[in-house]
T-cell receptor, first 112, second 115 residues
Framework: AQTVTQSQPEMSVQEAETVTLSCTYD???????LFWYKQPPSRQMILVIR??????QNATENRFSVNFQKAAKSFSLKISDSQLGDAAMYFCAPEYGNKLVFGAGTILRVKS | EAGVAQSPGYKIIEKRQSVAFWCNPI?????LYWYQQILGQGPKLLIQFQNNGVVDDSQLPKDRFSAERLKGVDSTLKIQPAKLEDSAVYLC?????????????FGEGSWLTVV
């Protein structure tokens, strides 16, 4: 069974600073995709960023970037210039067989 | 483009009662998912449809949960009879493709409280 571990239940960051959320996963597949989703209090899951496992280059979307280490099965999310609107639950979700497997999530708090 | 629509938004029922949730995916999306998210946990897949066929229902408690997707569009998830541990948010999601890597879009969820 594929497992996803987010070892930080909760993180805090000062507005305008940088924070990194960690994620490790376990899979025997060689080709797959990895996603980070954000879930604000409204509960709707919003896609933050996507990484293709066969690409060595780390994905970037504006203030969001990943550090993907395929051999270590690590997929961390870096948020730069944090904003109050970034406060939410963040889920790491590898995709296997066209379906997402979610970690337990990390609550991100942003302090003004 | 309209997103994934779900209803009802909230439902409170007593244990042993039944409840049904409805989902309308993004137009043209072939794949539809139902996830269960218990408070404080990540979502867990209950069932995946490809058009109107079931791809994966291995984690669906079939003694009490059922789901269908008529004509490959809308879907209904039913729980009968409900148990206290069914209290959760039920998330519907859809994607356009048959292959990995396509973005999966989520609805706002249906909150269920069983008392």
């Amino acid at each position: 069974a594929q497992t996803v571990t987010q070892s930080q239940p909760e993180m805090s960051v000062q507005e305008a600073e940088t924070v990194t959320l960690s994620c490790t996963y376990d899979t025997s597949e060689s080709d797959y995709y990895l996603f980070w989703y954000k879930q604000p209090p409204s509960r709707q899951m919003i896609l933050v960023i996507r990484q293709e496992a066969y690409k060595q280059q780390n994905a970037t979307e504006n203030r969001f970037s990943v550090n993907f280490q395929k051999a270590a099965k690590s997929f961390s999310l870096k948020i730069s210039d944090s904003q109050l609107g970034d406060a939410a639950m963040y889920f790491c979700a590898p995709e296997y067989g066209n379906k997402l497997v979610f970690g337990a999530g990390t609550i991100l708090r942003v302090k003004s | 483009e309209a997103g994934v629509a779900q209803s009802p938004g909230y439902k409170i029922i007593e244990k042993r009662q039944s409840v049904a949730f409805w989902c309308n995916p993004i137009s043209g999306h072939a794949t539809l998912y139902w996830y269960q998210q218990i408070l404080g946990q990540g979502p867990k897949l209950l069932i995946q449809f490809q058009n109107n066929g079931v791809v994966d229902d291995s984690q669906l408690p079939k003694d009490r949960f059922s789901a269908e997707r008529l004509k490959g569009v809308d879907s209904t998830l039913k729980i009968q009879p409900a148990k206290l541990e069914d209290s959760a948010v039920y998330l519907c999601a859809s994607s356009s493709g048959l292959f990995s890597g396509n973005t999966i879009y989520f609805g706002e969820g249906s909150w269920l409280t069983v008392v």
